[in-house]
């Protein structure tokens, strides 16, 4: 079968644990991500989500004005937000076993690393998607591109 190093993104963008949540929506907005694994050097700390965002953000009925709202996102840090436990697979790991995580804990992603727990490449839903389409369009995928 394939693996997941094939079909993973290599070298996601990352943020650091002293960046905002302000920062972190921006990076994602900018480079198009929907998640930020929060780095200290080759340290993984964690992994933000847009989802954590936006359920980190006060709810739309709040009190607050835009000034104060916009003023807690970029005072707060990520790690106030993120989740400290990401899901981890290898490079090695058959992409089937990642697409069963993927679907059995209703995730979008998992971390990719290395067997110093170093990150080389995050598997997005996205990346499970498009090895499906090609094994689906060519089984030969499997076969020869292992």
Known sequence: ????G????????????KATV???????????????P????????GILTEKMVADFKPSRATSLDTWELHYLLSTTPVTA??????????????????AQLLHDRKLNG???????????GILTMTNALEALIAICRDPTVCRNGA
């Open 38 to 45: 929060v780095m200290d050097g080759e340290r993984i700390l």
């Open 6 to 17: 094939r079909w993973m993104t290599r070298n996601p963008f990352t943020i650091g644990p």
């Open 1 to 4: 079968m394939t693996t997941v």
């Open 110 to 120: 998992v971390l990719v690393v290395d067997a110093g727990d170093r990150l080389v």
């Open 81 to 98: 937000a993120m989740n400290p436990n990401p899901y981890k697979v290898t490079e090695g790991t058959d992409l089937t076993d990642a």
């Open 22 to 36: 302000i920062e972190a929506i921006h990076l994602m907005k900018e480079k198009n991500v929907r998640r930020l």
